[in-house]
């Protein structure tokens, strides 16, 4: 495999000739926000936060999809691409209902976080808080719909690694949803193997394991007994 | 087949033909106006007349001006009569039987400009022959640019002949055909597969010219799209149509059955070692397929949603193969150019834009239709020459062209040559063809809303800034309309414009803002008086 050296952020980077900018930037230590790549499956190029300037091409391109190439001049981070980027973040907690403080993922979000590294403090946009369903019929597993932010990450993983193809996206536009199988409930998604790699592959609060929301939290009082009763009587088998 | 075989055919059709004959249009446009019941009376006519001896009577392709339908031409003599219903089809036998009748049509100048200042390359058969008959399209040369092709020419020297034409995409885009041939003649697919797809998912508000083609000569067509395959390599063709033309897709699949029969397409074509089969994709009425990577996942089966280009479909399209892409009235233009030689084409149009145009002009003015013009045509003659200006005499206040991707152009501009570069220049695109023509009273903002709209409605959901800014840009739009925005919401619908334009994934979204950035353009006085009051008041 061939090597190439360009640049990056006026850093020279060498790079193996099949590997993408942002394979490339990231072994260089040089950051560039990401939400729908998801190391391990196909990239999609969708989020559009990773674009980046290349010297000598009118368009920006998103790192993720661009092969590297002899003498490539790439700048990831400009004024630019930071309103671009913040923009963009914006456009997301505007378009579903984004609320951190009652989501299970709060401070374990990848929308959260790249909210933060963009530097998002506000939304200037109208938010659009959709009805959107949340679909809790599978037995292990549910989705929230107003937490998607349509990465199809959870698509891809469940279509390249798992090889079930259960999750698919329907509909076009901001009325685009993800899909179980033909549009079934989660629950009666025949191909739907259990394995939970869509849980694992989703940045957000959007797929999440049952009995872990808040809603869901209940607290066992009788444990509280049988733990008295095994410090002062000793008595282990309650 | 051989040639002597064609020209039989040709020969026969000819000999067939009677002394005077009766056309009528029976495109769609013409026959959501009763056109098949005119053609009926007027076959009736003839018959109760005895006239069946002298008289034919053919239904044709479209004849262009739309508005005045349906469309009765009488041959020798070019009588053209409008709006003909079926109860007055018995006149135009009369007329031509020599008993003129009082209450017959009402008949039109064939040499007004409409028709006179246009100039037929892709349009050449249409409305003069039947187009669901093979024999038609052969009487008038058809699948001989093929014969010629496949016997005397070598795919390099097709390439090099549309190289040589300046032909450029009639998509939109303005791609060097010839270029795109060879890129595909040259890619190598992981199987030696190679496809060509011809894209006839016209979905811009307003166009009808591919459309139209395809009901009018699809042999046209298909003749285009297997030169184009013999030149890069290919054996397997793809017509994609959008399912809202149910005509055009009857009259392709039965131009396909007839062209197979006669071996014009399968295998060894014309007795030589070129096969070539073409098959049709029905679209299920997204106007994203016809971005290509979203067209070729579409005809793959799966989610019409385009992909980040580069690889190109020319080196991976199809299931990964080499796919040649070109719009419906690409291919039209190709069998012409083989016929008459790119020096011909060449010597039509501009520097940079070659050959013709056809424009399908809609909106509020006196001539609704298609026509046909040499590139470099200015807005102005087809605004107001052809298409007659504003029913009524009111002045033109704009023209949008490009559809959902194109700009509006004001009245002042109109002596802006139509070719690619002089369009992008003036902030919009050559577009498929689409034309709307607006008056006085039009609202610009509502202008630009009403594309945002379809934009919004129209976006896949894949990227974020096309996905969401587009229903943003049209939250602003409408809250300007409703005269309850302020500086802030302009100076916001500015900055989503850029960042929609700038970030999208494909040409959709890329070209989303188009409207509204044009009309920001040349009328921003609009979106200022719908400001409310207390500009910059609110912080």
């Known amino acids: 495999m061939a090597a190439r050296t360009l640049t990056i952020d006026g850093k020279a980077v060498s790079a193996r000739e099949d590997e993408s900018l942002l394979e490339a930037a990231m072994e260089a230590g040089i950051a560039i926000p990401t939400l729908c790549h998801l190391e391990g499956v196909g990239d999609v190029g969708a989020c559009r936060l990773c674009l980046v300037e290349i010297a000598g091409s009118p368009k920006l391109q998103p790192a993720c999809v661009t092969r590297v190439a002899e003498g490539m001049e790439v700048c990831t981070d400009s004024e630019r691409l930071r309103a671009y980027r913040r923009m963009i973040v914006e456009l997301l907690f505007a378009e579903r209902n984004h609320v951190c403080a009652v989501c299970v993922a709060n401070g374990n979000c990848e929308l959260q976080d790249v909210a933060v590294a963009v530097g998002m403090d506000h939304v200037r946009y109208d938010y659009l808080a959709p009805s959107c369903a949340v679909d809790i019929s599978h037995p292990l597993f549910g989705i929230d719909h107003n937490r998607c932010i349509l990465c199809t990450r959870c698509v891809r993983v469940c279509d390249e690694i798992e090889g079930a193809h259960t999750w698919d996206v329907a509909g076009r536009g901001t009325g685009a949803r993800l899909i179980t199988d033909l549009n079934q409930p989660w629950g009666e998604a025949q191909s739907c193997t259990s394995c939970g790699k869509c849980l694992l592959a989703c940045p957000t609060g959007a797929i999440v394991r049952q009995g872990t929301t808040v809603a869901e939290l209940q607290r066992d009082r009788s444990r509280l007994g049988w733990l008295v009763a095994a410090r002062e009587k000793k008595q282990w088998n309650g | 087949m051989h040639l002597a075989e064609l020209q039989a055919i040709a020969d026969r059709e000819q000999a067939a033909r009677k002394p005077i004959r009766i056309r009528c249009c029976v495109a769609a446009g013409c026959l959501s106006s009763d ?46 009569y409008a709006k003909v219903t079926p109860a007055s089809a018995p006149a135009v036998v009369a007329a031509v039987a020599g008993a003129p009748a009082d209450d017959a049509p009402a008949q039109l100048d064939p040499a007004q400009p409409f028709f006179a200042r246009q100039w037929s390359i892709v349009l050449e058969h249409s409305g003069s022959i039947d187009p669901e008959r093979i024999e038609a399209s052969i009487a008038v040369g058809g699948y001989q640019a093929l014969y010629h092709t496949l016997h005397e020419l070598t795919p390099a020297e097709v390439i090099d002949a549309i190289t040589r034409s300046g032909l450029r995409g009639r998509g939109g885009a303005g791609y060097p055909t010839g270029l795109k041939w060879a890129t595909v003649a040259k890619s190598q697919g992981p199987d030696g597969r190679k496809f060509v797809v011809c894209n006839g998912d016209e979905g811009d508000p307003g166009a009808f010219m591919d459309r139209s083609v395809l009901e009018s000569d699809p042999h046209r067509v298909l003749e285009g799209m297997a030169i184009a395959a013999y030149a890069v ?39 030589s070692a070129f096969d070539f089969r073409v098959d049709i994709r029905i679209g299920a009425g997204a106007f994203v397929c016809g971005e290509e990577t979203a067209l070729i996942a579409s005809i793959e089966g799966n989610r019409g949603t385009p992909r980040p280009r580069p690889p190109y479909p020319a080196e991976c399209g199809l299931w990964g193969c080499p796919t ?105 695109i050559m577009g498929s063809g689409g034309m709307i023509v607006m008056d006085g009273g039009t609202s610009m903002v509502e202008v630009a809303r009403y594309f945002m709209e379809f934009c919004k409605d129209e976006s896949c959901g894949k990227c974020v800034p096309c996905r969401v800014g587009t229903v943003q840009l049209h939250r602003l739009l409408s809250k300007i309309q409703a005269g309850v925005a302020t500086e802030a919401d302009l100076a916001q619908l500015r900055e989503l414009c850029t960042l929609v334009k700038e970030t999208s994934l494909c040409g959709l979204g890329q070209s989303a803002p188009n409207p509204v950035l044009s009309t920001l353009r040349y009328f921003p006085e609009e979106y200022a008086g719908l400001l409310r009051g207390e500009v910059g008041s609110e912080q």
Do not use: H
């Open chain 2, 35 to 80: 056109g098949q019941a005119v053609l009926q009376q007027l076959g009736a006519a003839v018959e109760a007349a005895g006239l069946t001896a002298q008289v034919e009577v053919c239904g044709v392709g479209c004849m262009r001006l739309c508005s005045q339908g349906p469309l009765v031409q009488v041959d020798p003599g070019g009588a053209l």
């Open chain 2, 233 to 271: 390599g290919a054996s397997q063709g793809y017509a994609y149509v959008r399912g809202e033309y149910p005509l055009a897709i009857r009259r392709l699949e039965l131009a396909i059955r007839q062209a197979k029969k006669l071996g014009l397409l399968g295998s060894q074509i014309f007795d």
């Open chain 2, 324 to 428: 040649l892409i070109n719009n419906v009235e690409t291919f039209a233009n190709i069998a012409p150019i083989i016929r008459n030689g790119p020096e011909w084409f060449a010597g039509i149009g501009t520097a940079g834009s070659k050959g013709t145009k056809v424009f399908a002009l809609a909106g509020n003015i006196a001539n609704t239709g298609l026509v046909e013009v040499p590139m470099g045509t200015t807005l102005r003659t087809i605004v107001e020459e052809l298409g007659g200006g504003v029913p009524g005499g009111g002045g033109v206040k704009a023209v949008q062209t490009g559809g959902p991707s194109g700009g509006c152009i004001p009245e002042r501009l109109f002596d802006t040559p139509v070719d690619y570069e002089s369009l992008v220049k003036v902030g919009s």
